[in-house]
Structures are given as C-alpha cells and as structure tokens.
C-alpha cells in the first residue's frame, strides 16, 4: 500500500527549458527510482520561478516541457504524484502562514538568498525571493512528507523546514511531520565538458561544455567528442590532477552502470580519443529514446495537461487537510457554507 510508504516529496522549477545531463543524473533519474520504493509527490515549482521575471509563454510552454520531460525521463504518474504549484492554491495560502512564523532574520540568513541578492542588488530582487525558502517550507510540510530528495545546496532550507515544524507544533499542537533531507547521491556530480572544475550549469559561459537533452543527438555527440581533456593521455581517474577526463568518466558510468575501474581497464594503453568516440555514442543512445518520448507528451498536450490535473487532484486531497488543520489551530473563523 502506498500509505505505508514512507511519504518523498520534490520539486523542481520548469524555468529552464531543456534539462541538462546534470539535473537529470542528480535529480530526475533518482526521483524515477524512488517512485518505487516511496509514496512520492514530484512538484513543478512554477510559484518558485517567478521569483525572477519570466516571460509569460516561455513560463507556459517550459512548464509543459519539464512535465514532459520528467515523463520521458521514465516518471510514472500511476505510481506518483506528479503535479504543477500552481494547480494547487494550499501551497500559497500555507505559505502565508508560513511567512508570519519565520523570522525576519531567520529568512535573512538563508545563503543561497544572501547570493543571489547579492548578485541582482536589492532593487532587483524581489520579496517573492526573499520568502521562497518560506514557500518551500509549506511545500513540504503540506504533504506531511517524511523526506525531502535535494541536492546539498538545499540542505538549509530543509533546515528551515524543521525548524518551522518544530515551532508550529510547539505553539499550536503536533500539525506537521517534521522531514529530513534525504541528500541525492554526489557520485552523479556531472561537471562542465568545457571547465570541469563547474558543475554542468545553464549558465555556464558557453554552451559548449552543456549537454542539454533536447538537442539533437549529432550536436550532442559533437560536444562530447570536443570535451577538454587533460595533458597527458591515460584514461585514469583522478578528479583533482585530471578533472576533464574524470567527468567524462563519471558521465560514462553514470549512463551505463559500469564501475569507473572497469572503464579504466577498458581504456588502458588507449587515448582520450576512444573513450570520447565510445561516450558519445553511450550519450546519443540515451537521449535518443528520451527525446522521443518527451516529443511523444509535447505533442499531445491534451493528454499531458490531463495527467497534471489527475496529478493536482490527487496533491490537492492531501494539501487540502493539511492546511484546514493549520487554519483551525491558528484560530481562522471558519467560513460557514
Ligand atoms: N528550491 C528547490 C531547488 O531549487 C526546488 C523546490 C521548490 C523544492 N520546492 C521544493 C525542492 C520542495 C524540494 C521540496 O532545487
């Protein structure tokens, strides 16, 4: 029974258009797997984006792409709950509530905030920016989720989430299960093909060293033959003395499941060319039947729109009694129907 499970939920803003190598072996194929062994709820946090400006039908139409996406990817919304923020009101009214139990400082704190910020001056963020922690804090908390699957850069705000938690229910009566993070595994670190000392990022300063997956598998393949490799010309890996080809060894074993000593064996007394040659066909044979059934929900929105509002529907259930709990014990006057 799905109950029984221990509950996950995720969430990821569509902002960014095609996923990378990276989002997908850091967080989109592990969230594949957990869907089997956890009652999981996946998010598409749209509320999040706009926390920077978006273009109102790039938002649209890249909120379609990533739900495609993680379907391609091999998510199946029978066995989870897939669903768009904004389809579900309870994330912003919880948020509210949220944001007046949160300190002033307390939000002041959070790191990726400060850089952020730091970065855009104060009159170019917004306060959507500075609560988005706040937000994600009633995300979690409205599905009563036991674990949170994230990258460690999210580990504060999980942090937050505990904390928030731990106050609400200290104040008004046990509410919320308070969750822990459940860090997404390191080894599928996925570097820049051009700098492998930066994680593969959209904004890195050329597109070169990025595998995006909807691009057509010949530009890819072109991308990862032309990856910086080291001075000398051993298949050996070592992360710090010889970042470039570690990363494409690290791509490689991701993909394939082989251990990177076996992948050395395999290219002893051979070049970087060979290892490139062989990568780049292990890439193109997994976006390949990706991008096909991503295109296969892209072109039939109908049936995509459909399974997020199954998806929605079933978020909403649990939302829903998750905030008439908080609203009764924070003494809201119930709305007499
Ligand atoms: N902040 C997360 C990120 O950037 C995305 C996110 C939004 C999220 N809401 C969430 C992650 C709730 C986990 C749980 O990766």
Redesign the pocket.
Known sequence: MASERSRV?????PSAGSFHLGNYLG?VRQWVALQDTHDAFY?L?DL?AITVPQAPADLRANTRLAAAQILGAGLDPERCTLFV?SHVPEHAELGWVMNCLTGFGEAARMTQFKDKSAKQGTEGTSVGLFT??V??VA??LLYQAHQ????E??RQ??ELTRDLAERFNGRYGETFTVPDAYILKETAKIYDLQEPANKMSKSASSVKGLINLMDEPKVTAKKVKSAVTDTDTVVRYDPVGKPGVSNLLGIYSNLTGASIAELEQKYDGKMYGALKTDLAEVVVDFVTPFRARTQEYLDDPETLDSILAKGAEKARTVAAETLAQVYDKVGFLPAKR
């Not at 949170?148 to 990258?151: N, R």
């Open positions: 939920l995720s969430g990821i803003q967080a998010m946090a999040h923020q988005y922690p937000l994600q995300d979690i949170v699957p994230v990258g850069d999210q705000h999980i």
